[in-house]
């Protein structure tokens, strides 16, 4: 019998469809993607896909994250980082071994993906975090830089469709009107 909350979840049966964390010591389960979230996370992929080329690095939608500091699960909806980037057992990538990781707001996820991830991943050690939030009004891109305990110490916003600056090690503007569709 699992023991810990992180036990409990490995121990689980695979459940296609669904996505199973651990935010802030909470077991959440919750529907994959929307057809508009996939599209979102489809130009997140376009867009950052040449910037990762030229670093050698990898993007990757809806991966298995392990919080280093926790080693609790998440499922960033887009992640960027080195093809080399450290693994915790054979299907999570260590969330300070990545460079960028991104959560795409939906009704369902609202206080995880704009409250409650920016701070885990902050502790967990990832550089840049991404939130494009198309529940917002209006709808909002942003990037959360320079992490701590206590979170990310800086947020730059933009109104979707304006332009937003991803610094080094990124170091790419975003435009953003590539979500306008959504």
């Known amino acids: 019998m699992p023991t810990t909350i992180?036990?409990?979840?490995?121990?689980?049966p695979e459940m296609p469809g669904f996505h199973i964390e651990i935010v802030n010591g909470r077991?959440?389960?919750?529907?994959?993607?929307?057809?508009?979230?996939?599209w979102i996370v489809g130009q997140l992929v376009r867009a950052f896909g040449p910037t990762a080329d030229e670093?050698?690095?990898?993007?990757?939608?809806e991966l298995d994250v392990?919080?280093?500091?926790?080693?609790?699960?998440?499922?960033?909806?887009?992640?960027?980082?080195?093809?080399?980037?450290?693994?915790?057992g054979d299907r999570e990538v260590l969330s300070d071994g990545l460079i960028l990781v991104a959560e795409v707001v939906s009704a369902n996820s609202v206080r995880e993906d704009?409250?409650?991830?920016?701070?885990?991943?902050?502790r967990g050690g990832v550089p840049l975090l991404l939130i494009v939030d198309p529940e917002a009004e209006p709808k909002t891109v942003s990037v959360h830089t320079d992490p701590s305990e206590d979170g990310y110490r800086t947020v730059t916003r933009v109104k979707m469709g304006e332009?937003?600056?991803i610094p080094a090690p990124v170091?790419?503007?975003l435009d953003t009107s590539v979500f306008l569709d959504a």
């Open 66 to 88: 392990c919080i280093a500091w926790t080693r609790e699960p998440l499922i960033p909806d887009f992640a960027m980082g080195p093809k080399d980037a450290p693994l915790w």
């Open 171 to 173: 170091d790419f503007t």
């Open 55 to 61: 670093h050698g690095w990898r993007v990757w939608p």
């Open 163 to 165: 332009e937003l600056r």
């Open 114 to 122: 704009r409250e409650d991830k920016p701070g885990v991943y902050a």
């Open 6 to 12: 992180r036990e409990f979840v490995d121990w689980l």
């Open 27 to 38: 077991v959440i389960v919750s529907p994959r993607g929307n057809p508009r979230q996939s």
